[in-house]
C-alpha cells in the first residue's frame, strides 16, 4: 500500500567540483560563503551518484537516510503509480543549481545509446536551462547588435 508523503525541506547537497563557485547558491539558502562551503552545483533532491563513486552527490534527508535508498525502498510513495509503471524505480532526472564562479571547458554530453554502451548507464544527458540571473558585468550575454 503507497502512502501519501509530505513536503521535505532538503539541505543542500554540493557534491566536490573542480571549479570555483557557489556564493550565488549560498545566497539563495540563506547562508553567507564563509559560514558553510558552498560549491558551484547543488543536487537537488538527488538519487544520483557522480560516476564512479559511492556516495557523492546522493541527497540525505532530514532523517539521515539517503534518498536513494528511500525512494528504492517505496517507490510509488515518492515517485507515484504512473512513473513506477513507465520507468520502475529510476527517477530519471538530476536537478542541478549551477553557479560557475569561472568559465568552464569544452565537454559533451552522451546521448543514451553511448552511454549504455560505454558507461552501463540508461541515461545519456539531455539539458535544459532555466536562467534565473547573470552578473551584471557579464558581455557574452549581451546581443552583438547592442554592443558599441
Known sequence: MT??????????NQPPQFYRGGDAIAALR?????????????????????????????TKLPSGEWLRDAVLADPRAWL???HVAALGDSTGLLVKLLDAGQRLPVHFHPSDAFAQQHFDSHFGKTEAWIVVGTPA???????????R
Open 3 to 12: 502512502h501519501h508523503l509530505e513536503p521535505i525541506r532538503l539541505p543542500a
Open 30 to 58: 540563506g547562508a553567507s560563503q564563509s559560514e558553510s562551503k558552498f560549491g558551484p552545483e547543488d543536487w537537488v533532491g538527488s538519487a544520483t551518484t557522480m560516476f564512479g563513486q559511492d556516495t557523492n552527490g546522493l
Open 137 to 147: 558585468t557579464t558581455r557574452a550575454c549581451t546581443p552583438v547588435s547592442a554592443r
Open 80 to 82: 507515484g503509480e504512473k
